[in-house]
């Protein structure tokens, strides 16, 4: 199953057109993308039988986040080998570094970002997950159980801000307006042949940047909610953005930044693309 934010409504995507899920359900589920998540399985089984009308075409950029408003943002670092080593950092061994983006730098897939006068802005493509049900102290292999769905996430990150200062200050220097792009669609788990193993790329200006898998990840998705959930209560419609592979500008030689006019394209397979062009403040 696939979910978007069309215009502000929950839709679901069905052979490419948009279905809007309260007037198909008669009200019975809110139009409000985000409040899907805390039915999650009413949901699911409503809509694996409802008979439903005609879609319409999307227009991608009327896409908002699959999950706009969520109460919590996790975002994993150094949770790719190649990308830990890039930063010059040891390999996580029981918890990836963890922070957070704040929820006003959610958008959707197709958008222009204001780059921050004087910054160093980069690229990391992330794939992410949303939370269907509650997961608190979940076993890895129970995970999967708790996923809503994937999704493509962009963590956009202002790297002087992170950086500057006694210590590294990750969630500010990743939350300025429009840094945590996700979309175009939620796909649910059992969409995908292996939820474990998708491709997902990156290109600035038709350049690729970054390739990868998900299989790559040192800890995988069942991985990264089992051991969350062993601290905080992971809540429905949570997002949680699971780390980046190698290639970000950062850790090239010489370091690249993104500039005004760039464009960034981030693909994950079986999901879709985000676009995302970068202006100058004015
Ligand atoms: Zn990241």
Same mark, same amino acid.
């Given at each position: 199953m696939h979910i978007a934010n069309l215009s502000g409504r929950l839709v679901l995507i069905v052979d490419g057109l948009a279905v809007d899920v309260e007037k198909a359900s008669s009200g019975r589920f809110a139009a409000d993308p985000q409040a899907v998540y805390e039915e999650w399985e009413e949901f699911r089984a409503w809509a694996a039988q409802a008979r439903l009308p005609e879609g319409n075409p999307v227009d991608p950029a009327r896409l908002g986040a @699959?999950? %706009?408003? @969520?109460?919590q943002i996790i975002a994993a670092g150094l949770n790719y080998r190649d990308h830990a080593a890039e930063s010059g950092f040891a390999l996580p061994v029981t918890m990836p570094p963890v922070f957070t983006k704040f929820a006003t730098s959610i958008t959707g897939p197709v958008t222009d970002v204001v780059l921050p006068p004087g910054g160093h802005t980069d690229w990391e493509i992330e794939l992410v997950a949303v939370i269907g049900t509650r997961a608190h102290h979940v076993s890895a292999d129970s995970a999967w159980g708790h996923v809503a769905g994937l999704t493509v996430g962009q963590d956009i990150s202002e790297r002087i801000t992170q950086l500057?200062? @006694?210590? +590294?200050?990750?969630s500010l220097g990743k939350s #300025? +307006?429009? #840094?945590a792009p996700i979309g175009p669609y939620l796909v649910? @788990? *059992?969409? #995908? *042949? *292996? %939820?474990d193993d998708l491709a997902l790329r990156c290109t600035v200006n038709d350049e690729e940047v970054q390739k990868s898998r998900t299989s790559d990840l040192i800890f995988s998705v069942p991985e990264l909610v089992a051991r969350l959930s062993s601290v905080i209560p992971l809540l429905p419609g949570d997002v949680i953005f699971t780390g980046t592979p190698a290639g970000v500008g950062l850790g090239r030689d010489p370091q690249r930044w993104l500039a005004p006019g760039d464009e960034l394209v981030s693909t994950i397979e079986g999901i879709g693309e985000l676009r995302q062009r970068f202006v100058a403040q004015t």
């Amino acid at each position: 199953m696939h979910i978007a934010n069309l215009s502000g409504r929950l839709v679901l995507i069905v052979d490419g057109l948009a279905v809007d899920v309260e007037k198909a359900s008669s009200g019975r589920f809110a139009a409000d993308p985000q409040a899907v998540y805390e039915e999650w399985e009413e949901f699911r089984a409503w809509a694996a039988q409802a008979r439903l009308p005609e879609g319409n075409p999307v227009d991608p950029a009327r896409l908002g986040a @699959p999950a %706009p408003a @969520p109460r919590q943002i996790i975002a994993a670092g150094l949770n790719y080998r190649d990308h830990a080593a890039e930063s010059g950092f040891a390999l996580p061994v029981t918890m990836p570094p963890v922070f957070t983006k704040f929820a006003t730098s959610i958008t959707g897939p197709v958008t222009d970002v204001v780059l921050p006068p004087g910054g160093h802005t980069d690229w990391e493509i992330e794939l992410v997950a949303v939370i269907g049900t509650r997961a608190h102290h979940v076993s890895a292999d129970s995970a999967w159980g708790h996923v809503a769905g994937l999704t493509v996430g962009q963590d956009i990150s202002e790297r002087i801000t992170q950086l500057e200062g @006694p210590a +590294p200050q990750f969630s500010l220097g990743k939350s #300025f +307006p429009g #840094f945590a792009p996700i979309g175009p669609y939620l796909v649910t @788990p *059992d969409a #995908f *042949d *292996d %939820p474990d193993d998708l491709a997902l790329r990156c290109t600035v200006n038709d350049e690729e940047v970054q390739k990868s898998r998900t299989s790559d990840l040192i800890f995988s998705v069942p991985e990264l909610v089992a051991r969350l959930s062993s601290v905080i209560p992971l809540l429905p419609g949570d997002v949680i953005f699971t780390g980046t592979p190698a290639g970000v500008g950062l850790g090239r030689d010489p370091q690249r930044w993104l500039a005004p006019g760039d464009e960034l394209v981030s693909t994950i397979e079986g999901i879709g693309e985000l676009r995302q062009r970068f202006v100058a403040q004015t």
